[in-house]
């Protein structure tokens, strides 16, 4: 299901022709291949069912050489671990990720990916979408 929020973008943007919200299922999204030059995903990887599937969408509409940034809840500190236990006993399904597996992911998605910051609970990082060419991926 797609849902475009057109009067909520009037109403906060004013008459931009550019900007509109759409609801949509983050496991299908609903553009063509290669469509976008940049996607931000911020704090939501983290409550995606799949987030593979998610980062494997998101490359298929980014561009060759397209960027990606995200932003999300990181598992390695001590501090984390207890946050990630009280959310397991809330059973809200939100997922922390670990540096090496946040960065096999995007790669497994096509992304070269760079870690900008990671530190306490948050972990910002990006990555350029590869093409294939000579010496395979990048």
Known sequence: MIKINVIFSKSRFGNLE???FLQADSHLLPFKNSTFTAVNCTGALHMFGDPIVVLKEVSRVTK???KLSLAVLRGETEFSK??????RKLSCGIELFREDEI???LENAGFRPVI???KKLWMILGGIKG???QGGMY
């Open 82 to 87: 207890r946050v990630e236990l009280v959310l």
């Open 18 to 20: 550019n900007i509109f």
């Open 116 to 118: 900008i910051y990671s």
């Open 131 to 133: 093409v294939q060419g």
């Open 103 to 105: 960065l096999t992911m």
């Open 64 to 66: 060759p050489q397209g």
